[in-house]
């Protein structure tokens, strides 16, 4: 099976920093796509930023410029620095990623998710 395990989040002040990291486990020939998505009480779970094996970096409008993601192959990580924290990014964040496995591609996996907190 292939696991998520996240880190990284809490409780910050607005214009602060945080680093979320999420390691991929498991039976993993291949990562096709890694992203990070986010989650209110009430609100559909929303892209945050993603990346394509092939096709670049996508970036939710909102977190344009504050928020990079970035991924290291050899650890089967995927990160989100996430500077100039504002109120509003306040939600559960989850890591996703689109692998192939020993036995066949599977195209969701998700993290448990972390909450990030951004006081003003």
């Known amino acids: 099976q292939v696991q998520l395990v996240e880190s990284g989040g809490g409780l910050v002040q607005a214009g602060e920093s945080l680093r979320l990291s999420c390691a991929a486990s498991?039976?993993?020939?291949?990562?096709?796509?890694m992203g990070w998505y986010r989650q209110t009480p009430g609100k559909q779970r929303e892209l945050v930023a993603r990346i394509i094996n092939g096709d670049g970096t996508t970036y939710a409008d909102s977190v344009k410029g504050r928020f990079t993601i970035s991924g290291d192959n050899a650890k089967n990580t995927v990160y989100l620095q996430m500077n100039s924290l504002k109120p509003d990014d306040t939600a559960v964040y989850y890591c996703?990623?689109?692998?192939?496995?020993?036995?066949?591609?599977?195209?969701?996996?998700w993290g448990q998710g972390t909450q990030v907190t951004v006081s003003s």
């Open positions: 996703s990623v689109d692998v192939s496995t020993t036995w066949g591609r599977v195209p969701i996996v």
């Open positions: 498991g039976s993993i020939v291949s990562v096709n796509a």
